[in-house]
């Protein structure tokens, strides 16, 4: 019953930023620590990014001091920043909790020049 719906996504160059967003639903979102996680092509899907339910934040190696993720309980939404964004960054990126077990159709983030 839990819905994930991932926005944002798009076309951008390197050195460029984008805003993903993230509507959940079907869970009491207040209560819930909520992540990000992205699958580059041909590869894995990887957690990148968490925030809890008191707004205490982690983040993977990899795009941590570009990223930053937040939330905003009176919308039910998570958000992920991304700044200085590289061909690296390419991928479908998806939210969920941090126990993920369904999945969303996640938002396609593809760094070109």
């Known amino acids: 019953q839990v819905q994930l719906v991932e926005s944002g996504g798009g076309l951008v160059q390197p050195g460029g930023s984008l805003t993903l967003s993230c509507a959940a639903s079907?869970?009491?979102?207040?209560?819930?620590?909520m992540a990000w996680y992205r699958q580059p092509p041909g590869q894995q899907r990887e957690y990148i990014a968490v925030?809890?339910?008191?707004?205490?934040?982690n983040y993977a190696d990899s795009v941590k001091g570009r990223f930053t993720i937040s939330r905003d309980n009176t919308k039910n939404m998570v958000y992920l920043r991304m700044s200085n964004l590289q061909p690296a960054d390419t991928a479908v990126y998806y939210c969920n909790t941090v126990t993920p077990t369904n999945w969303g159709q996640g938002t396609q983030v593809t760094v070109s020049s």
């Open positions: 079907g869970i009491i979102f207040s209560r819930k620590a």
């Open positions: 925030v809890t339910s008191i707004n205490a934040t």
